[in-house]
């Protein structure tokens, strides 16, 4: 018994262990922010999915299973690329990695506090992105900008969507 306390004592010292996340090695979660960031019910299969904001390293391909969207802003961005900020969100047993990196790398996402939130189905946040979006079903993603203008990343079903709204700051 005294064997075993001694051994968990030990490990807490060392630290707690790195998340795994399934994104392969060459994303980790960001130092400073809680892992997972959020849960929500993007899909509407009644089941929590997880949102993890992750960083990550140039190398290899990430595994196959990992699905990269990075064309929802207008950057480039190549999976053998680096990144200091990108969002990892797994649906059941499907993995994505939003990336784009002139969008996550600006000085808003550098924060301790990142601009970025669930709005719930049924919330007031929620309606107001579903009333210019008719796609947008289940629980989403608001992200802020720089601009001061929230979008919102949601499941159209298939894949994730941006819905960036034509408003004034």
């Given at each position: 018994?005294?064997?075993?306390?001694?051994?968990?004592?030990?490990?807490?010292?060392?630290?707690?262990?790195?998340?795994?996340?399934?994104?392969?090695?060459?994303?980790?979660?960001?130092?400073?922010?809680?892992?997972?960031?959020?849960?929500?019910?993007?899909?509407?299969?009644?089941?929590?999915?997880?949102?993890?904001?992750?960083?990550?390293?140039?190398?290899?391909?990430?595994?196959?299973?990992?699905?990269?969207?990075?064309?929802?802003?207008?950057?480039?961005?190549?999976?053998?690329?680096?990144?200091?900020?990108?969002?990892?969100?797994?649906?059941?047993?499907?993995?994505?990695?939003?990336?784009?990196?002139?969008?996550?790398?600006?000085?808003?996402?550098?924060e301790k506090q990142l601009?970025?939130?669930?709005?719930?189905?049924?919330?007031?946040?929620?309606?107001?992105?579903?009333?210019q979006e008719k796609r947008?079903?289940?629980?989403?993603?608001?992200?802020?900008?720089?601009?001061?203008?929230?979008?919102?990343?949601?499941?159209?079903?298939?894949?994730?969507?941006?819905?960036?709204?034509?408003?004034?700051?």
């Open positions: 018994m005294r064997t075993l306390i001694a051994a968990a004592v030990a490990l807490a010292l060392m630290g707690a262990a790195p998340v795994t996340l399934g994104f392969g090695d060459r994303a980790a979660p960001v130092a400073n922010q809680p892992a997972p960031y959020a849960s929500a019910d993007f899909d509407g299969d009644g089941v929590a999915d997880t949102v993890t904001i992750v960083s990550v390293t140039a190398g290899k391909a990430l595994p196959g299973d990992v699905t990269v969207i990075s064309n929802l802003w207008h950057t480039s961005w190549h999976a053998n690329q680096a990144t200091l900020r990108a969002i990892a969100i797994v649906l059941g047993h499907r993995k994505f990695l939003i990336a784009g990196p002139d969008y996550f790398d600006s000085p808003i996402w550098s601009p970025l939130h669930v709005a719930r189905r049924g919330s007031k946040a929620f309606k107001e992105f579903q009333t947008i079903r289940n629980d989403i993603l608001v992200l802020g900008t720089e601009a001061g203008i929230d979008t919102a990343l949601y499941w159209n079903g298939k894949t994730f969507a941006l819905f960036e709204p034509n408003e004034e700051p």
